[in-house]
């Protein structure tokens, strides 16, 4: 399959600031938030200090790059990963684990965490119940909107093995939400 470079892949290729900050407008939230969606980040590295350097990464290899706009987006998604892939290993090696304190739901300025960082954290908690593959994938595609084939090249895989581990993501998810449900105090009974 031969890529063609579209206009805005070409003029950020030579340098042009106006074609980088398109790119960065496409995509430079859904590599922050997919990168926050996806659970094993160290806790030492935020995602918006591995989506910064997956940027300066792209910015260097632009050049091997081919591709329109929105494949941009899955290529910057799978160098965020590798780096996010070595810096999990990294963390590994020196034994860097987050401690739970009494403070812990609590910003840096005392204050409660917003709506977005709580749905943030939930989809990251639910996610955490899928095998890494499937949760990357339907981070992908359900988190930040890629397409099938931009997030095959995301996470180098082929179209059809991402269309199952979404298949097998989604049921196993529908599934424990289904059972959280059933569990939960607020439910009432079913009185047909």
């Known amino acids: 399959m031969s890529r063609t470079d579209d206009d805005v892949v070409t003029r950020a290729r030579s340098g042009d600031e106006d074609a980088w900050r398109q790119l960065y407008l496409a995509h430079g939230r859904r590599v922050v938030v997919w990168l926050g969606a996806v659970p094993a980040l160290d ?91 499937e949760a990357e994938v339907v981070a992908c595609i359900d988190v930040v909107g890629l397409d099938v084939a931009a997030t095959a090249q995301a996470l180098d895989m082929t179209p059809t093995a991402v269309r199952v581990a979404r298949f097998r993501g989604l049921g196993r998810l529908r599934k424990i939400l289904e059972a959280s449900d059933q569990h939960s105090p607020d439910r009432q009974p079913d009185r047909r």
């Not at 329109?68 to 020196?94: K, M, P, T, V």
């Open 43 to 133: 806790a030492a590295t935020s995602a918006e200090d591995i989506a910064a350097e997956a940027w300066v990464v792209a910015a260097t290899k632009i050049g091997d790059f081919r591709g329109s706009i929105d494949e941009f987006g899955g290529w910057l998604i799978s160098i965020a990963r590798n780096i996010a892939s070595n810096d999990r290993r990294r963390a590994q090696r020196r034994q860097t684990y987050a401690t739970e304190d009494a403070g812990a739901d609590l910003q840096s300025d005392g204050r409660a965490p917003d709506a977005r960082a709580v749905e943030e954290d939930s989809v990251r908690r639910l996610l955490a119940h899928l095998s890494r593959r």
